[in-house]
């Protein structure tokens, strides 16, 4: 699979548990590590799990397996790493509060600073 398919593939398993204020972002430009990050939101810590579970397992069904899930003790932020997609599911609260789109689109701004000067 590409990375639009496992992108598009992860938005629909998020989708399916009803999943909130879902977000892809393009992190190609920033970073080696990853090329998409996914962050959605989830009501209850339960949610937040049956989220990641439920991307684990229909990514997996496609052949795309996860590298590692981490949070799922708390449930409050889980990370799901899937190689070249990053997903995260987290509780409105610590989503308004760790801001990742705002951290990862200030960095892109930085870059096409130094990008334009240079």
């Known amino acids: 699979m590409d990375i639009n398919e496992i992108t598009a593939a992860v938005v629909d398993a998020l989708e399916d548990i009803k999943g909130q204020d879902i977000v892809v972002l393009d992190t190609t430009p920033l970073t080696s590590m990853f090329d998409r990050m996914v962050i959605a939101s989830a009501d ?34 889980v990370l799901l790493d899937l190689g070249s997609v990053v997903v ?3 509780q409105p609260a610590v ?5 990742l789109e705002e951290l990862w689109s200030a960095a892109q ?6 990008n334009a000067a240079g």
């Open 95 to 99: 989503r308004q509060y760790y801001n």
């Open 88 to 90: 995260h599911v987290m």
């Open 44 to 77: 209850s810590t339960r949610q937040t799990k049956a989220l990641a579970h439920n991307v684990q397992e229909k990514l997996k069904e496609k052949g795309v397996p996860d590298q590692g899930i981490e949070g799922l003790a708390s449930g409050e932020w």
């Open 109 to 114: 701004d930085q870059r096409n600073k130094r």
